[in-house]
């Protein structure tokens, strides 16, 4: 079983190299999407219906991989793992997170209108009137959080679970990503039908958050960063986000800002283009160290 587990860890990874993601018409997440979008409406009872909908879905989703794993382990364990490894892959993302926040900075150094329309598929605040500078450093700022809701929760989630099986790893991670995509998608407050959605998404992402900073600041040789960021961590308004950020702003000594939101590191400049790539690869490193942990520690 820890063979099996480690080996779809290690599939999953292969696959982000090689595709990057799932063609967006079949990609589990944006089918997941879909089933969400009907109840983003108003409701007369919301938080009634953002509770069932936070405990339902999720649940749903987790079932479904959960149990084609299961069935695919009746024809062995090489089925397993293959289906396994592809439901990993959906429920994660390193290379097109990588390369999307490559090319944000690439384009602030000749084409800032192309880096405002490439920073959508990265933040949802407006980028029309950011600089520069503020262009890498929501790059730099979504790389961070992203690592932890796209990459290290659901692999902790998955060698959480693959010590009692691998259905229920596979289950664990997608459980995961569904709770954060249903909290991306509705977990605002001008939507009151998120609310229990975005509760639960910070009991889930505690300590994946506080890992992926542990991790930031391991990739970045720099382990003292993890202290200073504990200065700011506790200014953006999300419990957890602010974790992972703050530690790559003090590990590259720049300033990283949502205007009118929060400013991470705020006696520091904003990022140049150098230091926002050298942060992109710092994120790189760390999210290969997590599949790393999360083989290793599906193996035992």
């Known amino acids: 079983m820890g063979l099996t587990a480690?080996?779809?860890?290690?599939?999953?990874?292969?696959?982000?190299?090689?595709?990057?993601?799932?063609?967006?018409?079949?990609?589990?997440?944006?089918?997941?999407?879909?089933?969400?979008e009907p109840f983003d409406r108003r409701w007369s009872r919301p938080k009634l219906v953002g509770a069932l909908l936070t405990l339902f879905l999720p649940l749903g989703a987790a079932a479904v991989a959960g149990g084609a794993v299961r069935l695919a382990s009746l024809a062995g364990p090489a089925f397993a793992a293959a289906l396994a490894a592809l439901a990993l892959f959906g429920a994660t993302s390193l290379r097109m997170l990588y390369a999307v926040a490559v090319d944000v900075i690439d384009d602030t150094e000749g084409d800032l209108d192309g880096a405002r329309e490439a920073v959508r598929a990265l933040v949802g605040r407006d980028a029309a009137a950011l600089s520069a500078g503020q262009l890498r450093s929501a790059a730099v700022e979504s790389a961070a959080e992203n690592l932890v809701d796209g990459l290290v929760a659901p692999l902790f989630a998955f060698a959480l679970g693959a010590q009692l099986s691998l259905p229920v790893a596979v289950a664990a991670a997608v459980w995961v990503k569904a709770v954060n995509t249903l909290d991306s998608m509705l977990g605002y407050r001008s939507k009151p039908v998120g609310w229990a959605s975005a509760r639960l998404d910070d009991v889930v992402m505690w300590v994946p958050a506080r890992l992926g900073a542990v991790l930031v600041a391991l990739a970045g040789r720099r382990p003292g960063a993890l202290l200073r960021a504990r200065?700011?961590?506790?200014?953006?308004?999300?419990?957890?986000?602010?974790?992972p950020m703050a530690t790559l702003a003090t590990l590259l000594d720049v300033r990283l800002e949502k205007p009118g939101v929060y400013v991470l590191h705020p006696a520091a400049e904003l990022p140049t283009a150098a230091r926002a790539r050298r942060g992109i690869r710092v994120?790189?490193?760390?999210?290969?160290?997590?599949?790393?942990?999360?083989?290793?520690?599906?193996?035992?």
């Open 283 to 300: 994120v790189g490193l760390a999210g290969l160290c997590s599949f790393i942990l999360a083989g290793v520690g599906a193996w035992f």
């Open 231 to 243: 200065a700011w961590r506790a200014d953006p308004p999300s419990p957890n986000s602010g974790w």
């Open 6 to 36: 480690a080996s779809t860890v290690g599939l999953a990874l292969a696959l982000d190299v090689l595709f990057a993601e799932f063609p967006a018409r079949v990609h589990p997440v944006a089918l997941f999407g879909r089933l969400v």
